[in-house]
């Protein structure tokens, strides 16, 4: 039942109340903004297609706080409108047994994406708009936004390419209350919000944010909206209802004493309670709560893929386009399948892709911090997304959006080339060699590096239908499918990826190479030379670096000479993975010599790069003649 605007306004009453009771049980919280915020919230809440009793319907409304850290208010909306329990989140707020956390946290009811690193929200509000648009569905969302976090960069890029794509179904509060945690707004950056998003084309309404039927006034002129996106910039009052709070910046982000709640309830005509929710904190566990993540389960089919044959010479990259291509031919007409680029369409290889499924093509132009979050967002709004764009791009430059798609519990497939050196000439700014050790810490997030096409085509239709966060990395060059012992293509028609195994490419006793990626054809020249000359080596292909199959581990490394070679600064990568492994696992080489790259690499043609490094066939075979004698 919705509500009028006589009740909404005596609900924020209990609503400010209640921020201030669970900031005050926490002793911690941003109470504040909380209440410059909760009309807004309310308001929101009571007019969106949402509905406690069906709170994952696929056609909701989708709400995102991009100021996470006004969960206090959204929380406590979220409770007097009926989706939570409002005793729940008084006691339970940034307790570490409760799903409360400080910032909204993806999982509870009504909350669409875990938020707080500012600047993130309005990307992830373009992306869920977008998937509206591509899934044919008349969902509106709603994102609120800050007037601190409108400095950030990537709120620039969201709003532009909000406007570029027309999203009529986008609509931006943004609580305007000249404060942030060092004090004024306007005396800390500059920024000009309202004028920014005309000159990005929006719809903009300025509003007084705790007048109840403005708000409401300027949501239906928002929500009627035919061209672009709109922005309700809403003039409000830190603290709102709380004379000794009102305006002043100390209260951004501190909760109030048992003294001055005592006093500010009494001004907002509130019983004082708070004893009996401290009494009922100090009974909560320490055991955490686990949030639910509603994902969207995609059946997607995969085909029965591409065999490269015997003689070909194939960049793994191609493999990706013709395998995203035939995805998108193939799921056409149960969902979209989308790829998100940064202006590198030729060197991502997705001419194909757009040209089979001209709809799907997202370019989203240089803005990677963008693109990973609008990626993210696709990926569980019922859409098959991927992340297309180099590796220095789309792993280290935008760490934390990537973090932040794993807290989520996306479902985005990201695939970066040019990794290693293989982009030579381009120099050191440009080789990613940190694509282990970035990805390593990410808790749900896996790492496939496949070897040649045939790999790379089964690798991609895998992560198509593999449910989570799924990084595969490829190199620029051609490679020759790779051949078996007989000279036959090892991976054939018969292979099937699994997660975690290995690959026994050459096998031999003396020695045990462990490579992965385009460094795999390197060991496998070298050992194929060293042959000729009576010397056997195993090769074993490693395609996911950060999961090892630890029986086949022992099998091949046990009082083995061993050693790893890789495109990867030889800190973070596969060498430090395995080390961590064998001493988990208690298992001992006769010795262990890692092989990779030392420091960064300067400019020049990637096989130059390698033999400088050492990394070539010729120094690889010399090496292992070395630790062969010394045995």
């Known amino acids: 039942m919705k509500k009028s605007l006589i009740e909404l306004k005596d609900l924020a009453r209990i609503a400010r109340g209640d921020i201030l009771k669970m900031t005050t049980v926490a002793d911690s919280g941003h109470p504040g903004g909380s209440m410059s915020s909760i009309d807004m919230y309310l308001s929101v809440l009571n007019r969106a297609n949402l509905f406690p009793d069906n709170p994952y319907d696929p056609d909701r409304d989708r709400i995102i ?48 994406w875990s938020t707080g690193n500012l600047g993130q929200g309005l990307s992830a509000g373009v992306g869920m708009a977008l998937a509206a648009k591509l899934t044919n569905k008349n969902y509106k969302v709603y994102v609120f936004s800050s007037d601190g976090e409108s400095a950030k960069g990537q709120i620039a890029e969201a709003r532009r390419t909000a406007r570029k794509e027309n999203l009529n179904n986008l609509i931006v509060l943004l609580d305007y209350n000249d404060i942030q945690i060092s004090g004024r707004a306007r005396d800390i950056l500059y920024v000009n919000i309202a004028a920014e998003y005309r000159a990005a084309g929006w719809n903009v309404i300025e509003i007084d944010g705790h007048d109840l039927k403005q708000i409401n006034d300027a949501l ?36 109030l004493s048992l003294e001055e709640l005592d006093k500010a309830l009494k001004e907002l005509g509130l019983e004082n309670d708070v004893h ?14 686990e949030n639910n993540y509603p994902n969207i389960e995609l059946d997607v089919e995969v085909g029965e893929g591409k065999n490269y044959k015997k003689g070909e010479k ?37 001419e194909k892709f757009e040209k089979v499924n001209p709809d799907g093509y997202i370019q989203i132009g240089i803005e990677e911090h963008n693109a990973a979050t609008i990626a993210g967002a696709l990926s569980i709004s019922g859409v098959l997304t991927f992340f ?28 970066v080339t040019h990794c290693g050196t293989d982009v030579g000439e381009d120099g050191k700014t440009h080789h990613e060699i940190n694509y282990i050790g970035i990805v390593r810490n990410y808790y749900h997030t896996k790492l496939i590096v496949p070897c040649d096409a045939n790999q790379t085509d089964k690798v991609v239709r895998y992560a198509a239908k593999t449910p989570g966060n799924i990084i595969i990395a490829v190199g620029r060059s051609n490679l020759p499918v790779l051949l078996d012992e007989e000279g036959e293509v090892f991976y054939d028609e018969n292979y099937e990826f699994r997660y975690g195994e290995v690959d026994l490419l050459r096998k031999g006793e003396e020695l045990t190479i462990l490579t992965y990626g385009s ?23 490693v395609p996911s670096p950060l999961c090892f199959d630890i029986k086949s581990f022992r099998k091949y490394i046990e009082g083995k000479i061993v050693l790893t070679l890789e495109d990867h600064n030889v800190n973070s990568g596969l060498a430090n993975e395995l080390s961590r492994a064998m001493i988990e696992n208690s298992i001992y080489p006769k010795s262990f010599q890692p092989l990779g790259l030392k420091d960064y690499a300067p400019s020049g ?21 070395d630790l062969i004698v010394k045995k």
């Open 65 to 112: 706080v991009s100021h996470g850290h006004t969960s206090p208010g959204y929380y406590v909306a979220l409770a007097r409108m009926g989706f939570v329990n409002i005793e729940d989140v008084i006691t339970g707020f940034r307790h570490v047994g409760s799903v409360y956390e400080g910032h909204v946290t993806r999982g509870i009811p009504g909350v669409e």
């Open 276 to 289: 009996k929710y401290i009494e009922k904190r100090k009974q909560l566990s320490l055991k955490r709560e």
């Open 220 to 255: 239906e002129i928002a929500e009627n909206q035919k061209i672009g996106p709109s922005v309700i910039v809403a003039k409000t009052i830190i603290g709102k209802g709380v004379s000794f709070m009102e305006n002043t910046p100390s209260y951004h982000g501190k909760a």
């Open 519 to 541: 460094f795999t054809h390197i060991a496998v020249e070298a050992s194929d030379i060293l042959r000729k000359d009576g010397i056997k080596i195993s090769v074993i292909g």
């Open 388 to 415: 297309a764009d180099f590796g220095v791009f789309g792993l280290d430059e935008v760490f934390n959006q990537q973090r932040l798609n794993d807290i989520n519990r996306t479902n985005l497939k990201t695939v």
């Open 605 to 625: 043609t990637n096989k130059d790069i390698l033999k400088l490094s050492g990394l070539d066939v010729d120094s690889l075979i010399i090496k292992i003649k």
């Open 314 to 350: 194939v960049a793994n990259r191609n493999a990706f386009g013709n395998a995203i291509a035939d995805l998108a031919v193939l799921n056409k007409d149960k969902f979209p399948v989308v790829a998100v680029d940064c202006d590198l369409k030729p060197s991502v290889k997705l």
